[in-house]
């Protein structure tokens, strides 16, 4: 079984800054790829960055200059850096990732953490 845990999330002013983890843990073999994604009530759910096992990295554009996502392997983690936020970017952000198990591959998702940002 695997869990998938974020942290990080609260209240910021406009332009400020917050950083996101997400850590998996459980039989894992291998993290093939970490996602964040956010969603607000009401809204679709938005994929924000994508992180595969090379460290590639890739972003939607409302959020390319501002948030860098990084991993570390051996912690199981990925951090998602959010700079000069926004209003607009408050939202509840999920952690998901494409991991496989010692029994089979699966996509496994957080219970989220609410960001706030103020204006």
């Known amino acids: 079984q695997v869990q998938l845990v974020e942290s990080g999330g609260g209240f910021v002013q406009a332009g400020g800054s917050l950083k996101l983890s997400c850590t998996a843990s459980?039989?894992?073999?291998?993290?093939?790829?970490m996602n964040w994604y956010r969603q607000a009530p009401g809204k679709q759910r938005e994929l924000v960055a994508t992180?595969?096992?090379?460290?590639?990295?890739n972003y939607a554009d409302s959020v390319k200059g501002r948030f860098n996502c990084s991993r570390d392997n051996a912690k199981n983690t990925v951090y998602l850096q959010m700079n000069s936020l926004k209003p607009e970017d408050t939202d509840v952000y999920y952690c998901?990732?494409?991991?496989?198990?010692?029994?089979?591959?699966?996509?496994?998702w957080g219970p989220g953490t609410q960001v706030t940002v103020s204006s």
């Open positions: 992180i595969v096992s090379s460290g590639s990295t």
């Open positions: 459980g039989s894992i073999v291998r993290i093939n790829f």
């Open positions: 998901n990732a494409g991991i496989q198990t010692t029994n089979k591959p699966g996509s496994y």
